[in-house]
């Protein structure tokens, strides 16, 4: 994950989850995540229809297609579907993202472009994670959807569809991180047996032993 929205969104995720696949829907605290809010979505899964609703979208998401986004088919803001999510055209499907979130109750994260309808292109970062809902898997998925890099026309000419650029599993493990989500600093290496400076061998590095 490159985007610090996306890391601190799957740290909050994670911390809430425990030892579980996915927490609770109604285990979201709005307000534990509100500097994220304007960049999150959560979608509605219907698995067995190939459907996928946005039930959420933060201001900043809606902003980025200049309208509001809430019921709208996830599918159909790609190119190559239709309003409906209906694939129209070869290309990458978004249903494979929603159907990995499901189905292995596994995190992705997706490297998209975003074209406008002049042709300017921009690249976005998006992380999609499992929910339950009243005990269900495969029924909710919360995520949040953010520009790598902010031109100047962002706000200004809308994006009229997306295409996958590349797509990753989250590890289960917990992320290295810190209070924040953000990645913490590495771990220390240890200390050479005394503190005068190492001699460079070549490639290598060698530190004086601690007795002759």
């Known amino acids: 994950m490159k985007h610090p929205t996306s890391r601190m969104l799957h740290a909050y995720w994670d911390r809430l989850r425990g030892e579980r696949a996915a927490p609770e829907r109604a285990e979201i605290e709005p307000g534990q995540i509100r500097h994220l809010l304007a960049d999150s979505l959560i979608l509605e899964l219907d698995l067995p229809l190939r459907s996928a609703t946005l039930r959420l979208a933060g201001t900043r998401i809606c902003a980025l297609f200049g309208r509001e986004l809430k019921g709208v088919p996830f599918a159909g803001l790609w190119r190559?579907?239709?309003?409906?999510?209906?694939?129209?055209?070869?290309?990458?499907?978004?249903?494979?993202?929603?159907?990995?979130?499901?189905?292995?109750?596994?995190?992705?994260?997706?490297?998209?472009?975003?074209?406008?309808?002049?042709?300017?292109?921009?690249?976005?970062?998006?992380?999609?994670?499992?929910?339950?809902?009243?005990?269900?898997?495969?029924?909710?998925?919360?995520?949040?959807?953010?520009?790598?890099?902010?031109?100047?026309?962002?706000?200004?000419?809308?994006?009229?569809?997306?295409?996958?650029?590349?797509?990753?599993?989250?590890?289960?493990?917990?992320?290295d991180s810190v209070g924040d989500g953000l990645p913490g600093p590495p771990h220390p290496l240890p200390a050479p047996a005394n503190d005068l400076a190492p001699v460079r061998r070549g490639h290598l590095l060698v530190h004086h032993g601690g007795r002759p």
């Open 80 to 175: 190559g579907f239709d309003g409906a999510g209906l694939p129209v055209a070869h290309g990458a499907d978004p249903w494979r993202i929603v159907e990995m979130v499901a189905l292995d109750t596994a995190g992705v994260v997706a490297g998209l472009r975003g074209t406008t309808a002049a042709g300017e292109s921009l690249d976005l970062e998006l992380v999609l994670l499992p929910l339950r809902h009243h005990g269900r898997t495969h029924v909710r998925a919360l995520g949040t959807l953010s520009p790598v890099l902010a031109p100047p026309w962002l706000g200004l000419h809308p994006l009229v569809r997306l295409e996958t650029t590349t797509l990753r599993v989250l590890s289960a493990a917990a992320p």
